[in-house]
């Protein structure tokens, strides 16, 4: 198993400008979250999905994200437009969720800095 | 609000002593609690997944604690390597599902 897959792995763009990124779950898992890690706030959940449904945004810190996931093996975070506070790094994971008690399994991250 | 706490913030010590990590909660109500490895500028490694009904789990050098009604957990590693250098997280996933992390521990193992 290739594990979750995320793209890209680092982002460099401007203040203004739209990023996009991709997560790619562990097949035959139902559950996926997306997170943002800083040195100031470290891990926080920013949204999470059942079985594709949104069931969490409460973590989205502004309307300036949004998340989708049209299917069980993709899901992308948005942010529009991207704001120099917003640089972190964004790891997505995914989890074979029945009962909240599995593990989840993270992916390698996307380091994102916006100038 | 669950808060995780993780004590101490950093750690450095010399190959082959045993230490703990300490990670405390403010709200019992948990379905588990999982301890993570965070190698720099990657992912996170679940290490071990403890259930709220559990008192400890084990994985090789590694021992896992959980007291819930004291909202506290232990990490104990064994014989510590330099390959053990890391940042250890604590979390504990709530009564909505969700995962919530403490700041972490850094360690540093010297050869």
């Known amino acids: 198993d290739a594990g979750v897959i995320q793209s890209p792995r680092h982002e460099v763009t401007e203040m203004g400008q739209e990023v996009t990124l991709r997560c790619k779950p562990i097949?035959?898992?139902?559950?996926l979250f997306w997170y943002r890690q800083t040195m100031m706030r470290g891990l926080e959940l920013l949204i999470y999905f059942n079985n594709n449904v949104p069931i969490d945004d409460s973590g989205m810190p502004e309307d300036r994200f949004s998340a989708k996931m049209p299917n069980a093996s993709f899901s992308t975070l948005k942010i529009q437009p991207s704001e120099p506070r917003d640089s972190a790094v964004y790891f997505c994971?995914?989890?074979?969720?029945?009962?909240?008690?599995?593990?989840?399994?993270f992916g390698p991250g996307t380091r994102l800095l916006v100038l | 609000k669950q808060e995780v706490t993780q004590i101490p913030a950093a750690l450095s010590v010399p190959e082959g002593e045993n230490l703990v990590l300490n990670c405390s909660f403010t709200?019992?109500?948990?379905?588990?609690l999982q301890w993570f490895r965070q190698d720099p500028g990657k992912g996170l490694t679940s290490l071990l997944l403890i259930q709220s009904s559990q008192r400890e789990q084990t994985s090789g050098r590694l021992n896992a604690s959980l007291d819930k009604s004291s909202g506290r957990s232990t990490l104990y590693i064994a014989a510590s390597q330099p390959g053990d250098s890391a940042t250890y997280l604590c979390a504990v996933v709530d009564g909505t599902g969700k995962l919530i992390f403490g700041q972490g521990t850094t360690l540093q193992v010297k050869p």
């Open positions: 709200d019992s109500a948990i379905y588990n």
């Open positions: 097949s035959g898992h139902n559950s």
């Open positions: 994971a995914s989890s074979p969720w029945t009962s909240g008690s599995e593990t989840q399994y």
